[in-house]
């Protein structure tokens, strides 16, 4: 299999990794970050060496490197950018993890890894997928977001009605088709008509609304168009007119998972929600959603997620870029859109 | 005691109602109501007739005499307007409401209302508490909004630290005094310096904070300052910067009831909520509270709240004015803002 091939580090006693070097102003540069070389870590008892086959590369990595009080401590300066990996023991003092065990862990954008015993990495079985990259997407944090932010955000029930914003992105569209295997009528907003053509022939939403050039009132009527007796579920990563038209249709005891609000994180004058009296009216919720506080229960949220994909109810794409020396051109297509899937770097 | 006299109708035959005349444009006026006396209604099987001797003025009841859909069907033209009373059983053809049972129910505002089988008319035990105007405030409605609204909604846990908007008013004044007497640190907000001086003196939180004249940054800051680890529990009855700071000051997992938006309902332009990216960052929620959905949980309520009272652990006020036919100025009370208390109409 492709995936099962060394890493590519052709000094066998030294690693690679991408660090950071300098605090990005605004848009990160090229000379933010470096690429290294040193001697790989001697192991103490307990430890244990990931030889990384791939790395996540996240939106919220580029909150990471920013010397800002947040859920996460910064990345420190001269340090390996933090991402989650897929890897290989490749050496080991620690009795739970023998050479040659996969492993999904918070590491970093480096060939080999650090493990330590109570850190977060953990085994995985890959006979549970066709590919190691599905722990990064449709089994990682991406799939964990969908999984548990429908569930356990949504608290959905057969029968009932879904809208998801921003839904032909990696969450939305797995969110979509969680729900649709739930037994939910779906409804996705997208931005163009190819995006809506693939919510409905890919993606199996039910209905696809179109929400480029439209006022909160056009919104408004579009989702009550799909959906006369209005909506049970909002899964939001939008925010701004999406998030004000879909609060318009809501039903009694309906529930908001706010996952994202994508169209307010650029923008000078916020926009703000407007329609927060509807929440009133039908007894309804806006719960934000933090994929973290999942983390102990990521092991379940996979195993369901690879349920459907076993029962080929799921499809999904994702974006590999190929070495380490590209990982600043791959982490900046998640800025630039110029990825089609979830983006992974091949180590 | 001065409330088991009779009331004020002479015919004894007869009934004296306040009806809805015309549907009120904008700011009702006298002339979109009548008073009129007509004959008891003759009892059928399982009816019972009630002699009211409280009715409950409220906000709501202004959006019953629109004809708009809401949660409530609109009072239809020349039926006496729909309100909350307390009042005794007078006759009875229903073998549930014995005559001289003093009952609490979603009647109108009539010197006599007809009791029927499966309505919203139920006992209550005048000795819970020292007046039966007391089922229409700190046991009624009101109450009820305080107490669901905080131990439901708010979920609440000792040694939380609980956040009031609109806090000297009929709800917040009461869920201060709850959160208080279930161990919680309470912070107050109101508009001047009298109404903090009675938040700190009268209803005992434990800070208050003037909201008039700041910025959503000077609020913010003001309630860091009083809450330097952040909210657990959010009682919004206001909304715009109200909620806007309180949402800068949100715990992980906190908890925001959204009671009421009163800062927005006549502003033409809405400001809206810009910060609720913060729900994300903690975990947190905003949930809306509709009281009507705990009706079937009032007995309950009021217990609880005849609990507190009991123990000598509440403060509230009332303004009772006197007579039907003063029915109209008492109701306009609520939005000149010249009732001292929860609004009640002896009649």
Chains 1, 2 share one sequence.
Not at 31 to 45: G, H
Not at 153 to 160: L, T
Not at 184 to 212: H, M, N, Q, S, V
Request: proline fraction near 5%; charged fraction near 20%; glycine fraction near 12%.
């Amino acid at each position: 299999m492709w995936w099962m091939g060394d890493a590519a580090v052709t000094d066998t006693t030294k690693r690679k990794r991408f660090t950071l070097a300098a605090r990005p102003q605004g848009v990160p540069q090229q000379r933010d970050f470096a690429l290294v070389e040193e001697a790989l870590p001697v192991l103490q008892d307990g430890q244990f060496l990931i030889e990384n086959r791939f790395a996540s590369l996240d939106p919220a990595i580029r909150g990471w490197l920013d010397d800002a009080p947040s859920y996460m401590p910064p990345v420190p300066l001269g340090e390996a950018v933090r991402a989650t990996t897929v890897g290989v023991v490749c050496d080991s003092r620690n009795p739970d993890f023998a050479v040659g065990q996969w492993v999904l862990g918070l590491n970093a954008i480096e060939t080999h890894s650090l493990g330590v015993a109570g850190g977060f990495t953990g085994p995985i079985d890959l006979s549970l997928v066709p590919s190691p990259t599905h722990f990064l997407s449709v089994l990682g944090a991406v799939g964990m977001t969908a999984w548990f932010g429908l569930t356990e955000v949504g608290q959905p029930k057969a029968g009932e009605t879904l809208l998801v914003s921003g839904a032909a992105g990696a969450v939305g569209s797995l969110v979509g088709q969680i729900g649709r295997s739930m037994g939910l009528k779906t409804i996705g907003i997208a931005g163009g008509p190819e995006k809506c053509r693939r919510l409905i022939e890919r993606y199996r939403f039910d209905a696809a609304i179109d929400y480029r050039g439209k006022s909160v009132q056009q919104l408004e009527a579009d989702i009550r168009a799909a959906a006369p007796g209005g909506v049970d579920v909002v899964f939001e990563n939008v925010g701004g007119a999406c998030l004000d038209a879909a609060l318009m249709n809501l039903r009694h005891g309906s529930r908001v998972a706010l996952c994202g609000l994508i169209s307010e994180y650029n923008s000078v004058e916020k926009l703000g929600a407007r329609n927060l009296w509807q929440l009133i009216v039908h007894s309804a919720r806006i719960q934000g959603l933090l994929v973290r506080d999942y983390l102990p229960r990521f092991a379940e949220g996979a195993g369901e997620m690879a349920k459907l994909l076993s029962a080929g109810g799921l499809v999904f794409d994702e974006h590999v870029d190929v070495g380490i020396d590209n990982a600043f051109a791959a982490f900046m297509r998640l800025f630039e859109g110029s990825n089609d899937g979830k983006m992974i770097l091949q180590l």
